[in-house]
C-alpha cells in the first residue's frame, strides 16, 4: 500500500520478512526527521524547549489522537512514556485501604495483567477474569458479568493482543458497568489499525493506547483519553498534573481541570515529535483508518488462501483464534501444539513474527504489499513443508 514510504527501514535489513505490525511497527521515512528536530530544538532552546513541547507539540499530538478518536475535546488526551505507568496511575484514583473489586478478561496484555495479579497476590485486589471464548457470546458474557457485582474497576481490551479478537459492543459493556464504577479500555491494538469512534463511551470510559503499534511512532508516545470534566485525584501524581488551569477547591494538592491531571513528569518527548510525523504523513497520503484495516485484511486473506492452495496445514483455518468469520484486528494468531519450534523454523527463513505461549501471530500493515505476503508464503512453505 505505501511500502515505498518505508524504504529506511528495509533498507536497513534488507534480507528480512517483517510480519510483526502488531508488535514492533516499523517507522514511515517521515519520522526520521521529526526525531532529528527534537535534537535540534533541545539545542537550539535548552531550557525553554518546554515551551515549544508544551506550546506546539502537545496540543498537535492531542489534535491527532482527538481526531483519530472522534474525542471532542482534545485536552482529554494525557501522554506518558508508558502505559503502565496509566495503569498505576488508575489504580490509585480507586479507594485506598480496602481490597478493590475487579473486573477483567483472562486475556489482557502484560501491563495491566501483571500488576493486577501481583495486587491480587498482596491481597489489594479481588479479581474476576472473564474467558474470551466461546468468542460469539463473549461481549453478552462480559456485559452481564458487569452487571453482577459492584465493580471499583472494569477493565477489558478493544483487540486482544494474544489473538486479535475485536470487542464491537464497548458501548453496551459500558452501559452495563456500575455507576460508580470506573471503566477502562486498553486500546492499543486497535489504534490506527482499525476505525475507532469513541463519541458514544468517552463520556463513562478512559481508553488507552500509544504509538509503538500501528501509529508507527516507536516508544514514549502513549495515551489516556480521560473522561470530560473528570474530578479523581490520583495518588500516584507527578509534577505536570497541575501545570494548565488549576483546581485548588479539589484539595491541598491542586490538579489541572482537564485530562493533564493524569500527567506524569519530566518525559522524553521525542516520541511524540516521530507520533505528529507519523500522523501528519497519513494525513498529507489521505489514508485513512478504514483504509489501513481494509489493506490489512485484503493480505490475511491473501495469506491465507495461499497457505491453503500450498498445504500448509499448520496455518490453517482451523488453528485460528477467534475462529474465522469472528471480529478481529489487523492480526491472525494460529494456536498450535509446538508453536515454539515452528516459530524458530520460520525465523530461520529470516521472517520477523512473534509467539505468544502457543499461539504465532502474523501481522499485516501499509508497509506490505501482495508480492510481500507471497514472499512470506514462499518462506513459510520451506519452514514448514
Known amino acids: 500500500?505505501?511500502?515505498?514510504?518505508?524504504?529506511?527501514?528495509?533498507?536497513?535489513?534488507?534480507?528480512?520478512?517483517?510480519?510483526?505490525?502488531?508488535?514492533?511497527?516499523?517507522?514511515?521515512?517521515?519520522?526520521?526527521?521529526?526525531?532529528?528536530?527534537?535534537?535540534?530544538?533541545?539545542?537550539?532552546?535548552?531550557?525553554?524547549?518546554?515551551e515549544r513541547i508544551?506550546?506546539?507539540v502537545v496540543p498537535a499530538a492531542q489534535q491527532h489522537v482527538a481526531r483519530k478518536l472522534s474525542l471532542p475535546d482534545p485536552a482529554q488526551v494525557a501522554f506518558a512514556p508508558n502505559t503502565h505507568e496509566f495503569?498505576?496511575?488508575?489504580?490509585?484514583?480507586?479507594?485506598?485501604?480496602?481490597?478493590?473489586?475487579?473486573?477483567?478478561?483472562?486475556?489482557?496484555?502484560?501491563?495491566?495483567?501483571?500488576?493486577?495479579?501481583?495486587?491480587a497476590e498482596a491481597g489489594l485486589v479481588d479479581v474476576r477474569e472473564v474467558p474470551l471464548d466461546p468468542w460469539d457470546t463473549f461481549d453478552a458474557r462480559?456485559?452481564?458479568?458487569?452487571?453482577?457485582?459492584?465493580?471499583?474497576?472494569?477493565?477489558?481490551s478493544h483487540v486482544f493482543f494474544d489473538s486479535s479478537f475485536l470487542v464491537r459492543d464497548l458501548e453496551g459493556i459500558c452501559d452495563a458497568a456500575p455507576d460508580n464504577?470506573?471503566?477502562?479500555?486498553?486500546?492499543?491494538?486497535?489504534?490506527?489499525?482499525?476505525?475507532?469512534?469513541?463519541?458514544?463511551?468517552?463520556?463513562?470510559?478512559?481508553?488507552?493506547?500509544?504509538?509503538?503499534?500501528?501509529?508507527?511512532?516507536?516508544?514514549?508516545?502513549?495515551?489516556?483519553a480521560v473522561p470530560p470534566r473528570n474530578r479523581?485525584?490520583?495518588?500516584?501524581?507527578?509534577?505536570?498534573?497541575s501545570f494548565d488551569r488549576l483546581a485548588d477547591a479539589q484539595g491541598d494538592v491542586p490538579y489541572a481541570e482537564s485530562g493533564q491531571r493524569f500527567w506524569g513528569a519530566t518525559f522524553d518527548p521525542s516520541g511524540l515529535y516521530r507520533f505528529i510525523a507519523a500522523m501528519d504523513w497519513l494525513d498529507g497520503m489521505r489514508v485513512t483508518v478504514?483504509?489501513?484495516?481494509?489493506?490489512?485484511?485484503?493480505l490475511q486473506k491473501r495469506f491465507l488462501d495461499a497457505c491453503a492452495r500450498r498445504g500448509i496445514e499448520a496455518l490453517a483455518p482451523r488453528h485460528l483464534v477467534p475462529p474465522p468469520?469472528?471480529?478481529?484486528?489487523?492480526?491472525?494468531?494460529?494456536?498450535?501444539?509446538?508453536?515454539?519450534?515452528?516459530?524458530?523454523?520460520?525465523?530461520?527463513?529470516?521472517?520477523?513474527?512473534?509467539?505468544?505461549?502457543?499461539?504465532?501471530?502474523?501481522?499485516?500493515?501499509?508497509?506490505?504489499?501482495?508480492?510481500?505476503?507471497?514472499?512470506?508464503?514462499?518462506?513459510?512453505?520451506?519452514?514448514?513443508t
Open 1 to 50: 500500500m505505501l511500502a515505498q514510504h518505508f524504504s529506511r527501514y528495509r533498507a536497513a535489513n534488507p534480507g528480512r520478512l517483517h510480519f510483526a505490525a502488531h508488535s514492533h511497527h516499523p517507522w514511515p521515512d517521515a519520522t526520521e526527521a521529526a526525531h532529528a528536530r527534537y535534537w535540534t530544538d533541545a539545542a537550539t532552546l535548552a531550557d525553554r524547549k518546554w
Open 54 to 56: 508544551f506550546g506546539e
Open 87 to 119: 495503569v498505576v496511575r488508575l489504580y490509585s484514583c480507586l479507594p485506598q485501604g480496602q481490597r478493590l473489586r475487579v473486573l477483567t478478561t483472562a486475556h489482557e496484555f502484560h501491563s495491566f495483567r501483571r500488576q493486577t495479579r501481583r495486587m
Open 142 to 156: 462480559f456485559a452481564a458479568a458487569a452487571r453482577e457485582d459492584a465493580w471499583d474497576l472494569v477493565w477489558l
Open 181 to 224: 464504577a470506573m471503566v477502562a479500555i486498553d486500546g492499543y491494538h486497535a489504534f490506527c489499525a482499525l476505525p475507532v469512534d469513541l463519541s458514544r463511551v468517552h463520556r463513562r470510559a478512559f481508553y488507552l493506547a500509544g504509538g509503538y503499534k500501528y501509529a508507527m511512532s516507536g516508544e514514549g508516545a502513549c495515551f489516556l
Open 232 to 241: 479523581m485525584r490520583p495518588v500516584d501524581t507527578g509534577w505536570y498534573a
Open 290 to 298: 478504514e483504509e489501513i484495516h481494509r489493506h490489512s485484511t485484503g
Open 325 to 384: 468469520g469472528a471480529p478481529r484486528g489487523n492480526f491472525l494468531a494460529f494456536a498450535l501444539p509446538g508453536a515454539e519450534q515452528i516459530h524458530a523454523r520460520i525465523a530461520a527463513q529470516q521472517v520477523t513474527i512473534d509467539r505468544r505461549g502457543d499461539r504465532l501471530r502474523f501481522g499485516f500493515g501499509i508497509y506490505h504489499d501482495e508480492a510481500e505476503v507471497d514472499r512470506l508464503v514462499d518462506a513459510v512453505a520451506r519452514a514448514l
